[in-house]
C-alpha cells in the first residue's frame, strides 16, 4: 500500500513540472502564459522560443509521463495502479500544484503515459495525429485524433487492460481542447502553418500580408 502511495504521489508532483514554462523562461525570457497561445506545451514554446526548445518541452512532457508508468510497472504493480500512476501522471500536468492548480492539455504527458504500456497502438494513433496535423496544419485537430483513435487501436492490438485509462485520458484532453474545438468549429483555429508564416513576415508573399491573423 505504502509502495502504491508513493508511487501515485510521485507521478502527481513529477506531472506537476512545468517544464514549458522553465525551458521558455530560461531559454528565451518569456512566460509562456501571457505570450502565444498562453498554453505551456510544447506547439506554443515552439511559436516563442524555437523549434529546438520546443522539441525539449516535448520530451520532458513525455518523460514526465513514461518515468512513473515504468517504475509502477517494474514494481510489479497491477493494472489499476499502474493506470492510477499514469492518471496522476497526467493530472499533475493539467492541474500542476506549482502553477495554482493550472496547466497544460495532456497530450505529450498521455504520450508519455502509453510508450511503455502500449507502444505499437500509440505508435498508430501517433500516425494518425501526424497526418491530420500535415493535411490541415491544425496541432490540436492531430491532437485529438490521437487521444480518440488510441482506444480503438487498443481493442484491436488486443490491449484492452488499458482501455478505461485511455478513455479517461481522451475525455480529459478533449476538455483542456474545448476552446479550440470552438474554434475549429468556427474555422478561426490558428493553423500551425500560418503561425509559422506570421513569425517570418519576409518568408510570406507580398499578397498574403494581409492575410488575418
Not at 499502474?82 to 492548480?101: D, E, K, N, R, T
Not at 492539455?105 to 497526418?131: D, N
Request: glycine share 10%; with cysteine.
Amino acid at each position: 500500500m505504502l509502495t502504491g502511495l508513493v508511487l501515485v504521489l510521485f507521478a502527481y508532483v513529477l506531472g506537476s513540472v512545468p517544464w514549458g514554462v522553465v525551458i521558455a523562461k530560461k531559454a528565451c525570457g518569456i512566460d509562456p502564459r501571457t505570450a502565444g497561445s498562453h498554453s505551456i506545451g510544447a506547439t506554443n514554446i515552439s511559436r516563442l522560443c524555437g523549434f529546438g526548445w520546443g522539441v525539449a518541452t516535448l520530451f520532458c512532457d513525455v518523460f514526465k509521463g513514461s518515468l512513473p508508468v515504468y517504475l509502477a510497472l517494474q514494481s510489479g504493480a497491477g493494472p489499476f495502479l499502474v493506470s492510477l500512476v499514469g492518471l496522476c501522471a497526467v493530472l499533475g500536468h493539467v492541474f500542476s500544484c506549482f502553477l495554482h492548480f493550472r496547466g497544460g492539455k495532456a497530450v505529450a504527458t498521455t504520450i508519455g503515459v502509453f510508450l511503455p504500456l502500449a507502444f505499437l497502438p500509440l505508435l498508430g494513433s501517433a500516425v494518425l495525429c501526424l497526418l491530420l496535423i500535415w493535411l490541415s496544419g491544425f496541432v490540436s485537430l492531430g491532437s485529438l485524433t490521437l487521444v480518440s483513435s488510441l482506444p480503438l487501436f487498443l481493442v484491436f492490438s488486443g490491449q484492452s487492460t488499458w482501455l478505461a485509462l485511455s478513455l479517461a485520458l481522451c475525455l480529459l484532453v478533449f476538455f483542456k481542447h474545448r476552446e479550440n474545438i470552438v474554434r475549429l468549429h468556427a474555422g478561426t483555429e490558428k493553423s500551425w502553418l500560418k503561425s509559422r508564416h506570421q513569425e517570418n513576415p519576409s518568408d510570406r508573399p507580398e499578397s498574403g500580408q494581409q492575410d488575418k491573423k
